[in-house]
């Protein structure tokens, strides 16, 4: 077989001819084997020669095994076995575009959880102390002494005192025994003195019969002047619990922390009842000053909606008031000195009289409940005095549906919950209901004051904000992450179920394993001193490459040698101190904090507070020595 080259190096063989090597013989042509394609099938040339080739044989077996390994193996909406074994949900999000938006809507709950956590911990740096640098392990928790004495004005604050007419702190029995002595005259007097109730609603009462009348001025006083809560001056702290200068700080921190807690919750909570409609101004509501401003941006944009939109015009003025009646709740709960009661434990102690539940304790000892018991039953008799545990997982059998939820399959159900047709506005009517009667805010009004709650303020006080954390992170990517799992194509079931896993666990963490995982952190990175090394040579392994893609080795090893300058001098540039805020608050530097703070409200935080008994205090400083 003959073929020749012209010095223009087009080839010439046969029927062929004008294939053209551009610019200079390839090296594969020089070595002796360079394959073209023809018209109807393809030549391999050689300097030796040209010859047909059987690669197209050989590919089309290839593919044949490919196809029945494709029939056998795999089919529409499978996933990947990568994917159902090691593979990360950001992996995942990255190769599938109907599941990157339920990753987001996660990971965008995970970082508000450590965004809101931290930022309301802050309000507290001695109660809850933070372990950013290795001059922190000088850090000490605060005393028992210092616990008990704080405890008395936050706990007695919210259960036990108000203030009278007068502005003075007194207890609420106190009170009601005055009371009790006042005409119903004077309780009305009072009542519109104080705009607790109108004139025009008192004519309309003193139009109903007489013990109607009686019943309804004597509950709004109660309602109005007889609630405990209470947020104490200086002055008080020392004079009525005899509180030093540096335990009044102490009260403070709390009220600041537990107080920003209830404002960034409420937030949330409001964006979640406004739904949809809400949504367009979710930044602009969380950044505000504080909730009353927040609410008055809702109430101010749900206005406006109903101008906009007539047929929706009386569900959406509702919702504009709704966003102001919980903004005065929780301004209500902050001006009372509103506190948690929390219970700790899964031993329970139960003593009720007459009916009448008397205490109720958890205990996360058997030891401890033992000895509580023991106490009840000599002051109350054994048989007002019961002992059990508390079920670990009875709780599921109520988590019942999310008023999201229920707005998903509404939809799906063609029911809109923003349209204008009449069973629209029905189905808008129960989300809104639901929302309410399911609202985070609720659960901080109806209580008891059982005696049985804890008392370390500390652990109170990182449970509380880290719960509310939680809620708040619900509020705002909750709905977002259903909607995302439910617009997942029902063609790819495999996918839903990943998403549909992902969700639950983000709504309910699981602690898998952590005796083990502890264990394994011990052998191979706390105690290896290879781990530490290839940490210390992270900057260079690791972030010198990654700079290397934005300007070079040389800067990016510019950029190194600047940052440890800085981080020696301890001096930093204004826009870099801001981010670096910015990323420890939402967890991306320093994402050890939600867990330390986590740690703090499960009893097993770095620095823990003694219980005032020797033995207690014995462990405590044991514990923070090591």
Not at 301 to 323: I, Q, S, V
Request: glycine content about 8%.
């Amino acid at each position: 077989m003959n073929f020749r080259w012209d010095s223009n190096f087009n080839l010439t063989f046969g029927a062929y001819s004008g294939v053209r090597f551009i610019g200079n013989i390839p090296e594969d042509w020089i070595s002796g084997v360079y394959q073209y394609h023809f018209p109807d099938k393809p030549i391999t040339v050689s300097r030796f020669g040209v010859k047909f080739s059987r690669s197209a044989t050989l590919r089309a077996a290839t593919k044949a095994a490919t196809s029945a390994l494709n029939d056998t193996f795999t089919a529409p909406g499978k996933l990947s076995w990568w994917h159902r074994s090691i593979g990360t949900m950001y992996n995942l999000a990255e190769r599938s575009p109907a599941f990157a938006p339920v990753f987001k809507a996660a990971q965008g709950f995970v970082d508000d959880v450590s965004h809101y956590a931290n930022d309301a911990a802050e309000m507290a740096p001695k109660l809850l102390p933070k372990l950013d640098a290795w001059r922190d392990i000088w850090k000490s928790p605060i005393s028992a002494a210092d616990n008990v004495a704080i405890a008395k004005p936050v706990f007695e604050g919210t259960l036990l005192w108000g203030r009278d007419a007068s502005g003075r702190a007194v207890k609420v029995a106190d009170m009601s025994e005055a009371a009790e002595k006042m005409s119903i005259r004077q309780k009305a007097d009072r009542l519109m003195g104080a705009d607790a109730i109108s004139g025009n609603v008192h004519k309309m009462w003193l139009g109903l019969p007489v013990d109607q009348y009686e019943k309804n001025i004597n509950t709004s006083y109660e309602g109005a002047f007889l609630q405990p809560g209470i947020v104490w001056k200086d002055a008080e702290l020392r004079s009525l619990f005899n509180l030093s200068d540096k335990q009044i700080e102490l009260y403070r921190e709390f009220r600041r922390a537990t107080d920003r807690s209830l404002d960034t919750m409420a937030r949330a909570d409001m964006l979640r009842y406004g739904g949809k409609d809400a949504k367009p101004l979710r930044d602009a509501v969380m950044d505000a000053p504080d909730v009353e401003a927040a609410a008055i941006l809702l109430r101010d944009h749900f206005g406006e909606l109903a101008k906009m939109d007539p047929e929706r015009e009386t569900l959406l003025l509702d919702t504009a008031n709704a966003m102001m009646d919980r903004s005065d709740k929780v301004l209500k709960l902050q001006k009372q000195g509103y506190a948690p009661l929390s219970r700790f434990g899964r031993y329970t102690v139960d003593v009720v009289t007459d009916g009448r539940r008397e205490y109720f304790g958890l205990f996360e000892t058997a030891r401890e409940a033992n000895q509580m018991a023991a106490r009840m039953r000599r002051e109350f008799g054994d048989s007002a005095v019961t002992q059990g545990t508390l079920s670990q997982e009875a709780f599921k059998m109520f988590a019942g549906i999310t008023p999201e939820t229920l707005e998903l399959f509404g939809n799906a159900l063609g029911l809109d919950s923003t349209g204008d047709e009449a069973r629209d506005q029905a189905f808008q009517e129960y989300l809104r209901l639901t929302k309410s009667n399911r609202s985070a805010m609720k659960r901080m009004i109806h209580r008891q004051g059982i005696a049985g709650y804890s008392e370390d303020v500390a652990r109170v006080l990182a449970t509380f904000v880290y719960s509310n954390a939680r809620q708040t992170a619900a509020g705002l990517n909750m709905g977002d992450l259903g909607e995302a799992v439910q617009a997942i194509p029902k063609e790819q079931g495999e996918l839903k179920d990943v998403a549909f896993g992902l969700a639950d666990y983000v709504k309910n963490p699981q602690e898998e394993a952590q005796a083990i995982r502890g264990l394994l952190f011990a052998q191979y990175l706390g105690g290896s001193i290879a781990s530490a090394f290839v940490n210390l040579t992270q900057p260079a392994a690791v972030t010198f490459p990654w700079l290397s893609q934005f300007g070079g080795a040389k800067a990016a090893a510019a950029q190194l040698a600047k940052a440890a300058a800085d981080m020696a001098k301890k001096r930093y540039e204004p826009d870099l101190v801001r981010a670096l805020h910015a990323a420890e608050e939402d967890g991306t530097v320093s994402p050890q904090e939600v867990h330390q703070l986590m740690a703090q409200a499960q009893g097993g935080g770095s620095l823990r507070t003694g219980d005032g008994t020797k033995r207690g205090d014995a462990l405590a400083m044991a514990s923070n020595g090591f």
